[in-house]
Nanobody, 123 residues
C-alpha cells in the first residue's frame, strides 16, 4: 500500500518561493503517475501538476505554468514541487497524489493521497 507524506508548506509573501516535498513508502513512485492537487476553502479541488508513469512527461495547470516545477527522485522515492512567484490565489492545502494516469491525478479522485500541507501566500 502506497503511503504519501507531504512537507514544506508555510507562510510566504507574494512573489516568494516554496518547495514542497512528498515522501513515499510502501511502493515505488516510479510505478505511478504522481503529482499534486490543491484545495482552497470554498473552491473546487484543482489539479496542479503531474509526472506520468510511462515516460516522465509533465503536466501543469494553466494557473501555475511557468511558475511551478514538478520533479521526481526515483532513488529517494520522493516527489517535489518548486513553487516560484507565488500569488495569494495559490493559497491552499496541497496534496501529493498517485494513480495509474495523470488524468486521474489531476481531474478525478486519485488512488492515493497524503494528508496535505498548508501553503499561505500573504503579505
Amino acid at each position: 500500500q502506497l503511503q504519501l507524506v507531504e512537507s514544506g508548506g508555510g507562510l510566504v509573501q507574494p512573489g516568494g518561493s516554496l518547495r514542497l516535498s512528498c515522501a513515499a513508502s510502501g511502493a515505488a513512485l516510479e510505478n505511478y503517475a504522481i503529482g499534486w492537487f490543491r484545495q482552497a476553502p470554498g473552491k473546487e479541488r484543482e489539479g496542479v501538476a503531474c509526472i506520468s508513469r510511462k515516460d516522465g512527461s509533465t503536466y501543469y495547470a494553466d494557473s501555475v505554468k511557468g511558475r511551478f516545477t514538478i520533479s521526481r527522485d526515483n532513488a529517494k522515492n520522493t516527489l517535489s514541487l518548486q513553487m516560484n512567484s507565488l500569488k495569494p490565489e495559490d493559497t491552499a492545502v496541497y496534496y501529493c497524489a498517485a494513480a495509474y494516469l495523470c488524468v486521474v491525478v489531476l481531474s478525478t479522485t486519485p488512488d492515493y493521497w497524503g494528508q496535505g500541507t498548508q501553503v499561505t501566500v500573504s503579505s
